[in-house]
């Protein structure tokens, strides 16, 4: 479950959910907005008869290096893991938007230095680096590791994404002669890529989201997608008014929701009428209207992540709608309505003879949630046995039936029926008169 808590504490802490976007049952998200690193293909390296060493980082995912992108080519010159950053002496570090840097090792720390008889250019999917060997200390025999990293701010947290090449250690290059080495495909950091959802409701009670990733047939078991419900359209309740979460994490389903009291997200209790399925490019989220109270319409968010389980590390994500907001959708099949209502209470807690007594109970709806704000109270009210006039009324979410005590009477016993909507509620009461 640690990509799980780890996906609430992202979407809670960094995203900030807020507001509801235009009512409708299709909605698109840009391609290519999930923070996928250049896939690093390979790395060839040769010494030229001028004395010039010859860098060349093959990437598969894009001809262009895109904006907030860059690579470095890490070289431990003296091929020893013991000196140096981490084992390296230079640093070729090549942006998308600055080009070029050179770092050298100062014995302390790195240093920028001057990138004098360097070039550097990225086409057609291929970034190529030239230097001089007097600038990498006259090393013809090194070794090499080179990452592609891009980088995604998403509300106050920033993202990046990598692909490392080797994997792990560095590669050997003895010059002068060519060597290559080549690095898996599509072993990049890269969340799922929301390209559309889709949302719709049967006459059952289910209600469906269907979220196309375009990068993935079948999610990968270190990525997370969440589906957040803002279940009553109310931003003061549950986390940033998302009341309840619904994960497909690892062929599982976790179904979360916001206890409002302690502030935290607890376990759905089961039987659990959820469930999640993935295949042909798109994950579909099935919730039953009962686990939302049977909303009539609700809002929600999807949010995909890449996710570094070992390093408790989320590396890439991507957001539907991209704007930080919900999308909103209104069920075609309009669930039944629901009245429910509190344990009644009177005032006052005992009745008296010959006094005003009142009993009263808070009454929801449970297509919104809400208080009852208009509906009919009608009183049953007998006092040892015998019929007693009671007038009802309902103000501000509460059922009230209203009455005298008779001065002779001992047991006062009734039933409060409260109306709305083609629905009803039953609260029976019974007093002891003191």
């Known amino acids: 479950m640690t990509r799980w808590c780890l996906g609430l504490a992202l979407a809670a802490a960094a995203l900030g959910l807020a507001g509801l976007a235009a009512a409708a049952s299709s909605f698109s998200d840009a391609t290519g907005d999930n923070n996928e690193a250049p896939d690093l293909r390979s790395v060839t390296l040769a010494e030229a008869p001028s004395g010039r060493i010859s860098i060349a980082v093959s990437v598969g995912n894009f001809e262009r290096l895109p904006a907030e992108s860059w690579i470095n080519v890490w070289l431990d010159l003296d091929s020893n893991p013991e000196t140096g950053y981490e ?30 008889g360097m070039t550097s250019s990225f086409a057609s999917g291929v970034l190529t680096i030239t230097a001089p060997t007097e600038a990498l200390d006259g090393a013809t025999t090194f070794g090499v ?19 490392s090449a080797p994997d792990r250690g560095r590669s050997s ?10 690095d898996p495909a599509d072993d990049q950091d890269s969340a799922p890529d929301i390209t559309s959802v889709q949302a719709s409701d049967a006459k059952s009670g289910w209600i469906s989201i269907a979220v196309t990733t375009s990068n993935y047939e079948r999610l990968p078991s270190d990525t997370l997608v969440v589906l957040s419900i803002d279940r009553d359209n109310r931003l003061a309740t549950g986390e940033a008014g998302t009341d309840v979460q619904l994960a497909a994490v690892g062929g599982e389903t976790v179904l979360r929701r916001w206890d409002q009291s302690n502030e935290r997200w607890v376990d759905d209790e089961p039987p ?42 989320v590396k890439a994500v991507d957001l539907a709608p991209d704007s930080s907001r919900y999308y909103k959708y209104k069920l075609v099949n309009r669930p039944a309505l629901v009245l429910t209502a ?15 007594f009142a009993v009263s109970a808070g009454v929801r709806r449970s297509d919104t949630g809400r208080r009852l704000g208009s509906g009919t109270v009608i009183c049953r009210v007998t006092v040892d046995g015998k019929r007693v006039r009671a007038s009802g009324r309902l103000a501000s979410g509460r059922a009230t039936c209203a009455f005298s005590v008779p001065r002779s009477a001992r047991r006062i016993a009734g039933v409060m029926a409260v109306r709305a909507d083609g629905s009803s509620v039953r609260v029976p009461f019974s007093y002891r008169v003191g």
């Open 342 to 356: 509190t344990r009644p209470s009177a005032v006052p807690p005992t009745p008296r003879a010959g006094r005003p």
């Open 87 to 116: 084992g390296d002496e230079a640093l070729l570090l090549y942006s998308a938007s600055s080009g070029l840097a050179f770092y050298q090792w100062t014995g302390d720390a790195l240093a920028v230095r001057p990138s004098t």
């Open 272 to 313: 659990t009428r959820a469930r999640v399925r993935n295949s042909g490019n798109v994950v579909t989220f099935e919730i039953h209207g009962s686990e939302l109270g049977y909303t009539p319409r609700l809002g929600f968010s999807v949010l995909a992540l890449d996710v570094d389980v070992d390093a408790n590390l």
């Open 145 to 163: 590791f080179a990452v592609g990293s891009r980088s995604q701010l998403v509300g106050q947290i920033r993202f990046i994404a990598s692909d």
């Open 173 to 182: 290059y003895v010059g002068p002669a060519e060597l290559a080495f080549s």
